[in-house]
């Protein structure tokens, strides 16, 4: 492959509404802190190492998110990239890197692009491993919010792509347990696209560990990084909202069986309340002891409804976020997609939106029970004394 680039695009929350304005998550800078771990690990960039000096949330190496107070830019820093430096390897070539840090409202998000000194250089399979490739894998950057990889090479007609496809998705996890599954191929900016999730077989569903991989390889000398170029701002913004659907999609669900253990949970104390004022005084230590949880077992559910409310909330705004960026796309792509992101959006994310907000509507009932449950037992008198 000529002209090839690898590109990581990672993106990690970095407050919630919980937060007040200039605060964040526990963890906001962990993103930024494991990229340095990279750097002073396998991909010994200076820059890279020396991240923390160029960031505006940190301030004499410690972070600082209050400095992305009143910030216009998205970039969290003040040009429009940070030139890392470059590493030799063992072939006689050197690879350069750069990388550009965003905040996008509340998450951030890193493009770390490697690539040959000289585009006319040829990587070949073998050649993968001089960019570290495992080092840019979930278990060491992980991002809450996920990460997509992308892989941009320009070979001969004659190649056939979907075997050199299949070859760079294994390579590119080689000495890991993940394991690369095809899910979609199509075109993007004029070029042929292959779409794999790089899944853990110990935790599949499990989002902090896998790997989205997109393999974009040109055998038709199309402009594809002019397209690209136009379309930058875009697709960065398109794979947040991708990703940000499928963790908040995650978090809806946990949510739902959550709710549903305290409901199935509230409806037996209610039994049991129903049995034990049935019965005379020498249940009263049960009864007291009984009324002292169903409150606050009401108020966890409510909580999980709330918090489904809000999951719907910021799925269909990250839906319709994704439905733009990915019109935009189409426009600087003569009107073209992949069809697979199209059927993301109109049923993949239609279908979860739906389930989310049947989710609550199965829900909302038992919130209405067990609030007027709460107001009967506060009305219920209780002695004070043991009966003698």
């Known amino acids: 492959m000529k002209n090839f680039s690898l590109s990581l695009y990672a993106f990690h929350l970095c407050h919630t509404l919980t937060e007040l304005p200039g605060e964040v998550v526990a963890d906001a800078n962990l993103l930024w802190e494991n990229l340095v771990k990279v750097g002073e690990g396998s991909l010994t960039f200076v820059g890279l190492k020396d991240l923390r000096s160029k960031l505006i949330c ?42 550009q840090p965003f905040l996008l ?15 006319n250089i040829s990587i070949d399979i073998p050649q993968l491993q001089h960019f570290k490739p495992s080092s840019l894998l979930p278990s ?4 809450s919010l996920g990460q997509t990889l992308l892989i941009y090479g320009e070979v ?31 075109e993007l900016f004029a070029s042929l696209l292959f779409e794999y999730q790089a899944l853990d077989p110990n935790e599949p569903d499990n989002l902090a560990k896998q790997c989205h991989i997109l393999i974009l390889i040109n055998n038709s000398q199309a402009t594809t990084g002019t397209l690209a170029e136009a379309a930058y701002n875009w697709l960065l913004n398109l794979l947040c909202s991708y990703h940000k659907i499928l963790y908040i999609y995650k978090l809806a669900r946990q949510r739902y069986r959550e709710a549903r253990e305290i409901y199935s ?7 049991n309340f ?24 009401s108020f966890d559910y409510t909580r999980c409804l709330q918090d489904l409310q809000t999951h719907h909330t910021a ?16 426009t600087i792509d003569s009107g073209n997609s992949p069809q697979s992101w199209q059927d993301f959006i109109n049923k993949d994310c239609k279908k979860w939106q739906e389930q989310i907000q049947t989710d609550i509507n199965y829900l909302t009932p038992g919130q209405e029970l067990f609030g007027q449950f709460v107001d009967t037992i506060r009305g219920i008198p209780l002695f004070c004394h043991s009966p003698s």
């Open 105 to 119: 409202n509340d998450t951030y998000a890193v493009d770390l692009t490697l690539v040959p000194e000289s585009p």
């Open 274 to 297: 129903n049995k034990l004022i049935s019965r005379n005084q020498t249940q009263l230590s049960g009864l007291k002891n009984l009324m002292g949880k169903i409150p606050q077992k």
């Open 265 to 271: 949970d509230l409806e037996n104390k209610i039994q």
């Open 315 to 330: 799925i269909t705004t990250n839906i319709t976020n994704y439905r733009i960026c990915l019109e935009k796309i189409q």
């Open 140 to 143: 060491n950057i992980q991002a």
């Open 58 to 99: 940190y301030q004499n190496g410690k972070y600082d998110p209050k400095q992305e107070i009143g910030r216009i830019s998205e970039r969290l820093i003040d040009a429009q990239d940070l030139d890392l430096g470059s590493l030799p390897t063992t072939e006689g070539f050197k690879i350069n890197a750069n990388l």
């Open 156 to 186: 001969d007609p004659s190649e056939d792509c979907d075997t050199l496809a299949k070859k760079l998705a294994i390579a590119f996890v080689a000495g890991t347990n993940l394991n690369p599954v095809p899910t979609q191929q199509g």
